[in-house]
């Protein structure tokens, strides 16, 4: 989350408080330590009831907030809400069968986790993939850890768990500051980004459901995602593009790949043998006369020109196309975040993190970046992404108090419903 949140703020504000987030990294590191540590003495410190209670608030201020209308990403909100009611709850209680419960819980999901990110690197061969499995297998070794009682009896799980995730937001601040660190001060730009666009920019998305030639076999999750199969076994991964004005943004390969069924596995191979030439479109009218319109439209109108311009003019002296690691949506991706960076740069305080960090979508970004990175942009992850990046740079105008006065209502009338 840190990485996409500099993004949006800018070098300028990278540079101006790099210093300052290395202090932070290494003081998240330590108080994730101290936790961890707490954890497993046996004589807790850490505020299991105040936490348990402020999770619990803010799952039905989620809730609320999903009903009231004015969030994109509905059914992860309403989700997110009910596990974090729920494990409030738990965490709360404080008996002995909620501490097996919420370990049991919080070890299901590293499980899943890293046993998600081995097969992904496996499969997919990133150029950072061994790194991808060890952490993985980290993921792993942190269920085991969740699922055996020693030495706490699981009454440490929610403690030990927080504690990791100070650790690792720590050690990746610390990591995050040596990059940036190395990197050139003049890499900043002047950009006008903060003010609205003349011409917008829109991401076009074509879903692998809605783009299928024939009537698309449902396979929920899979045929969002990843990819969709018709009656005649044809599959479908869909396709996504960039408009910014004469700038069109739509990679494809120069020769069709065959996505049949057997050699499907092969092509997700992310190195160079799978790497074929690649042809660029020249516009959405000419792309949606030959094929059809795209099924979702994200419209942005605070973005930055020049940064887009220099990104697309760089981008296409690489005619390559690769069905995993250079593929439309990589490419749709990579154009939105070089458009978008330095947007959410005001004053340059601290003020302008907290606006970001507030905001749910800013998570639910960073969360879909990660697992894009660590598998692979879908025109489903990009349009998810954007979605998430364009609540984040074009806020509902609308206040606070305004937002919770409008939940209450919605829920009064689903009350008396």
């Known amino acids: 989350m840190i990485q996409l949140l500099l993004l949006l703020l800018g070098a300028q504000f990278s540079q101006r408080h790099l210093p300052k987030l290395l202090a932070f990294g290494v003081a998240w590191f330590a108080i994730g330590a101290f936790v961890v540590f707490d954890a497993f003495d046996g004589a807790l410190w850490f ?200 700038l069109y943004l739509s990679l494809y390969p120069a020769v069709e790949i065959d996505r049949a ?48 311009e220099t990104f697309a003019d760089q981008f296409k002296t690489k005619g390559i196309y690769n069905l995993t690691s250079r593929n439309c949506s990589s490419t749709v991706a990579e154009a939105l975040e070089a458009a978008l960076e330095g947007t959410e740069y005001r004053k340059g305080g601290w003020a302008d993190v907290l606006r970001l960090v507030v905001m749910p979508e800013l998570w639910i970004a960073a969360q879909i970046r990660h697992r894009a990175h660590t598998m692979a942009w879908t025109p489903g992850l990009v349009l998810d992404y954007a979605r998430a990046l364009r609540v984040v740079t074009h806020p509902p105008a609308i206040g606070w108090l305004a937002l919770a006065a409008l939940t209450m209502r919605h829920a009064r009338r689903a009350r008396r419903a």
């Open 47 to 246: 505020p299991l009831q105040a936490f348990g209670l402020l999770l619990l608030l803010e799952g039905i201020s989620t809730i609320g907030m999903t009903r009231s209308g004015l969030s994109l990403q509905t059914s992860f909100r309403y989700s997110k809400g009910v596990i974090g009611a729920m494990i409030g709850v738990l965490v709360i209680v404080r008996h002995s069968y909620t501490d097996f419960a919420l370990a049991m819980l919080f070890g299901v999901g590293f499980a899943l986790e890293g046993c998600l990110l081995i097969a992904a690197a496996y499969i997919v061969r990133y150029r950072h993939w061994r790194t991808t499995a060890a952490l993985g297998a980290l993921s792993i070794v942190l269920a085991i850890i969740f699922f055996q009682p020693y030495p706490t009896h699981y009454r440490g799980t929610v403690p030990y768990c927080i504690g990791m995730w100070f650790v690792v937001g720590g050690g990746r601040m610390v990591w995050l500051y040596l990059r940036l660190r190395t990197s050139a001060a003049g890499q900043s730009m002047a950009s006008h980004a903060g003010e609205p666009s003349l011409t917008p920019m829109v991401v076009h998305v074509w879903t692998p459901v809605g783009s299928a030639r024939d009537k698309a076999i449902r396979r929920p999750v899979i045929d969002r995602y990843i990819a969709a199969v018709d009656s005649k076994g044809v599959i479908s991964t869909g396709h996504a593009a960039l408009e910014a004005g004469n």
């Open 261 to 308: 069924p057997e050699e499907f596995a092969r092509l997700l191979r992310a190195d160079a043998s799978n790497d074929v030439a690649g042809r660029y479109l020249p516009s959405y009218p000419e792309e949606a006369a030959s094929w059809c319109e795209s099924t979702v439209k994200i419209t942005f109108r605070r973005y930055d020109t020049r940064r887009l």
